[in-house]
């Protein structure tokens, strides 16, 4: 046992039963530094939220994660993680964290049956993609559907696809899909669009793209028997006239919500919610750190979100480390 652990926990009055970190989350960002904490033998507790595993578990296949030329199922790869982190010595309580208490320190952090203290807290709770609301969306989520273009645009080579979405987001999502898919159309339910000009310009000039516009997605067909997507029924809201457009992909870019509700009026956020953090994982509050989409309106990547939790772990140990000083 790393000895500086018990010394850390004498450092502040009260603290003695203190967690040296709780990890929330267990996407990419809060195991990978569940991974880095354990492996510097500070016993994390992780607590993982349900279900397990964040957006990794809606994706079949990850192409793009390093170390992996096959590709793996995200359910696997978050499978992995966990185990890797539990052999360094990382605890997994699997519940969601309700409140966490700032105001002193150690900090408390309670979840729906349990309150712990805690010298340093890693908040990786990550978003979630905002969906349109109709039940095929599911049903075909990860065979057809997909929130993440960078992940999964690659595995619609030669297909045409849809995108749902108006913003930037559905833009540089269409733009990357023409580099596999002949055909991109985008559906978006005004008459224009709210992504930046630039980036409507190069959708609007691109031939491979078509925008169908004042138009939502009301069903989103599977060939019966068979995984995968052969179409979208297609409402235009000015008419109401619906047609069947004929696609095996449907991107759904409107935007994502950061898991951060039960952060509201205890750290800073930004105007949709996410948390303000410097150097990408260093909160207001001293050894409070944050890691991966919740943070990110960007990049949102396994990979990014994993680097993320990484730098917040090395902060972390750096914090604790500075305790005992
Ligand atoms: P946004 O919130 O900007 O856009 C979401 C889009 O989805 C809007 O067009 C919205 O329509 C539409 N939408 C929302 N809900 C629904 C629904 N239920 N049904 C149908 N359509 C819906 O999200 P983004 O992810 O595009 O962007 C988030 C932030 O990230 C923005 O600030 C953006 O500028 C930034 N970003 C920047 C990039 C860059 O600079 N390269 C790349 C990607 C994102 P409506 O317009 O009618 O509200």
Not at 90 to 114: G, M
Request: hydrophobic residues 40%.
């Amino acid at each position: 046992m790393n000895p500086f652990i018990i010394s850390c926990s004498k450092y502040i009055e009260g603290a003695f039963l203190a967690e040296n970190v709780i990890i929330i989350g267990s996407g990419p960002a809060g195991l990978s530094a569940a991974i880095y904490t354990a492996r510097e033998e500070f016993k994390p507790l992780l607590i993982t939220g349900v279900p397990a595993g964040g957006q990794l578990l809606l994706t079949t296949k990850v192409e793009n994660m390093p170390g992996f030329p096959d590709g793996i199922d995200g359910f696997e790869l978050i499978e992995r993680m966990i185990k890797q982190a539990e052999k360094f010595g990382a605890r997994l309580v699997k519940e969601n964290v309700v409140d966490i208490d700032f105001s002193s320190r150690p900090y408390k952090v309670r979840t729906d049956s349990q309150a712990f203290d805690a010298n340093a807290i890693i908040i990786a709770t990550g978003a979630n993609s905002r969906m349109l609301g109709i039940p095929s969306e599911m049903e075909h989520m990860g065979t057809g559907v997909s929130t993440c273009a960078t992940c999964d645009g690659a595995l619609f080579k030669g297909k045409d696809v849809v995108v749902v979405g108006g913003g930037d987001t559905a833009m540089e999502d269409s733009l990357f899909l023409t580099r596999f898919c002949p055909h991109v159309t985008i559906i978006h339910r005004r008459n224009e669009f709210r992504a930046s000009k630039i980036m409507q310009h190069k959708v609007l000039s691109n031939p491979q793209i078509k925008v169908m516009w004042n138009s939502v997605v009301e069903e989103i067909y599977g060939k019966q028997g068979e995984k995968g997507v052969s179409g979208v029924k297609i409402r235009d809201t000015v008419t109401n006239k619906t047609q069947v457009v004929v696609a095996q992909g449907v991107f759904i870019a409107i935007g994502h919500s950061p898991n951060t509700k039960f952060l509201h009026g205890k750290l800073k956020l930004d105007d949709l919610g996410y948390i303000v953090a410097k150097d990408e994982v260093v909160t207001e509050y001293p050894g409070v750190f944050v890691a991966g989409d919740n943070q990110d309106r960007h990049y949102r990547q396994a990979g990014t979100a994993s680097g993320a939790g990484i730098k917040a772990a090395l902060k972390a140990r750096e914090y604790l480390q500075n305790l005992k000083a």
